[in-house]
């Protein structure tokens, strides 16, 4: 099993949707995660931290279940700026990334 | 404020050569991180450094080495470079705030092409 495993995409959605975004990782331990954006090309950019519940940033809600080792993200009311790869992160000592998922949101 | 600078931006090497990059932090980050991300894959964790010693390794070979300055700047080296080791190399660095915050911050990344 990968430490970190991400919803394998890609997904297209219309302008104005609502997507959700899976992740699953491996340590029991692991005590923080995030969420980070990479358009192509670039570097990731953090989008959220995600230390507890779970938390809320605009468009942008992020869940945490810590029993069943998943974390999620989703996105409200979806604009074409928000076209871009999301990666899962889960800090064990070192950031381990997921593979990412890619979004592409089309007019 | 400058964020995380690296330098090359791009870079092209032959097989078996060895390679430097380099990377300076975001002003009041200590510790830097070195990723090294493949096409289409996540960053994968090559190491991190923090007061000039390395912290944390990820499962590459010795081939990579690094280093970190009393400035807190950073160097990746590669020696004997394979054709698999043409990749994103991403530089980042980090801080621990308080109440148990982290912030963590990419720089640019230099695209390494071996031929």
């Known amino acids: 099993r990968k430490e970190v495993e991400q919803d394998p995409g890609p997904f297209n959605v219309p302008e104005g949707a609502t997507v959700a975004f899976n992740c699953t990782y491996s340590n029991s331990a692991s005590q923080s995660f995030f969420w980070y954006r990479q358009d192509c090309r670039k570097e990731p950019k953090l989008l959220m931290s995600v230390y507890s519940s779970g938390n809320e940033d605009g468009r942008f809600t992020a869940q945490l279940n810590r029993a069943s080792q998943y974390i999620s993200l989703l996105i409200r009311d979806s604009k074409l700026s928000d076209s871009a790869t999301y990666l899962c992160?889960?800090?064990?000592?070192?950031?381990?990334f997921g593979a990412g998922t890619r979004l592409t949101v089309k007019p | 404020d400058a964020g995380v600078t690296q330098s090359p931006t791009h870079l092209i090497k032959t097989r078996g050569q060895q390679v430097t990059l380099r990377c300076s932090p975001k002003s009041g980050h200590d510790t830097v991180s070195w990723y090294q991300q493949a096409l289409g894959q996540g960053p994968q964790f090559i190491f991190q450094y923090y007061e000039e010693e390395e912290r944390q390794r990820g499962n590459f070979p010795d081939r990579f080495s690094g280093h970190q300055f009393p400035n807190y700047s950073s160097e990746l080296n590669v020696n004997a470079l394979l054709l698999g080791d043409s990749a994103l190399y991403l530089c980042a660095s980090s801080f621990w705030g308080g109440e148990g915050t982290y912030e963590q911050y990419f720089g640019p990344g230099t695209r390494l092409t071996v031929t």
């Open positions: 992160v889960v800090n064990d000592n070192d950031m381990r």
